[in-house]
C-alpha cells in the first residue's frame, strides 16, 4: 500500500516563497519518478514539475520555471517543491504524485499514486 503525505501549504503574500514536502511510504521510493500537480476550483488538474528517479532530469510546465523547483531526498523518501516569486494565479490544491516508471511525465494518467493535496493561496 502506497501513501503520499504532503505539507507545507498555506497563506502567502504575492511574491513570497513555500516549501512543499511530499513523504512517500509502502514501496521503494528510489527507483520511481515523482510530479507536482495543481489544481484550481472548477478547472483541470494541471502539471507543475516532475523529476526522474535519481534527480537527473526535471520538467516543468511553463509558467512556473525560473520560479519553482522540484528536487528529491531519496534517504528521505521526499520529494520537495520550492515556490518562490508567488502570484494570486498560483492559487490552487497542489499533489504530489508517484509515476509508474522511473522516468518523468506530464500526464496526470501516467501517475499510479496521488497524496491528499494542500492548499496553496497567494494573497494579492
Known amino acids: 500500500q502506497v501513501q503520499l503525505v504532503e505539507s507545507g501549504g498555506g497563506l502567502v503574500q504575492a511574491g513570497g516563497s513555500l516549501r512543499l514536502s511530499c513523504t512517500v511510504s509502502g514501496r521503494s521510493f528510489s527507483s520511481i519518478a515523482m510530479g507536482w500537480f495543481r489544481q484550481a476550483p472548477g478547472k483541470e488538474r494541471e502539471f507543475i514539475a516532475a523529476i526522474s528517479w535519481n534527480g537527473g532530469r526535471t520538467h516543468y510546465t511553463d509558467s512556473v520555471k525560473g520560479r519553482f523547483t522540484i528536487s528529491r531526498d531519496n534517504a528521505k523518501n521526499t520529494v520537495y517543491l520550492q515556490m518562490n516569486s508567488l502570484d494570486p494565479e498560483d492559487t490552487a490544491v497542489y499533489y504530489c504524485?508517484?509515476?509508474?516508471?522511473?522516468?518523468?511525465?506530464?500526464?496526470?494518467?501516467?501517475?499510479?499514486?496521488w497524496g491528499q493535496g494542500t492548499q496553496v493561496t497567494v494573497s494579492s
Open positions: 504524485a508517484q509515476a509508474s516508471s522511473s522516468f518523468a511525465t506530464i500526464a496526470p494518467g501516467t501517475y499510479n499514486y
